[in-house]
């Protein structure tokens, strides 16, 4: 699990640059993306490990701007 925690936290500026998309505050766009961070820690474990493992690095990236989105 901690690698794929790892490989989230290679992502904050993928989400960055997901989150200018939606708005050009740059404290907001900090904020939505740690609170994002905080999230993947503490979505169920089994959950995550199911996306990480059939879609990779790609199907995380695709659900955090899922979530970062709302």
Do not use: H, W
Not at 44 to 51: F, G, R, W, Y
């Amino acid at each position: 699990m901690t690698e794929i925690y790892t490989e989230i936290s290679k992502l904050t500026d993928e989400f960055r640059k997901i989150g200018y998309s939606y708005s050009n505050d740059t404290n907001k766009i900090r904020e939505a993306v740690q609170e994002l961070m905080v999230y993947f820690l503490q979505m169920n474990p089994v959950t995550l490990k199911n996306i990480y493992v059939k879609d990779g690095i790609e199907g995380i990236t695709k659900y955090g701007a899922v979530a970062l989105r709302r």
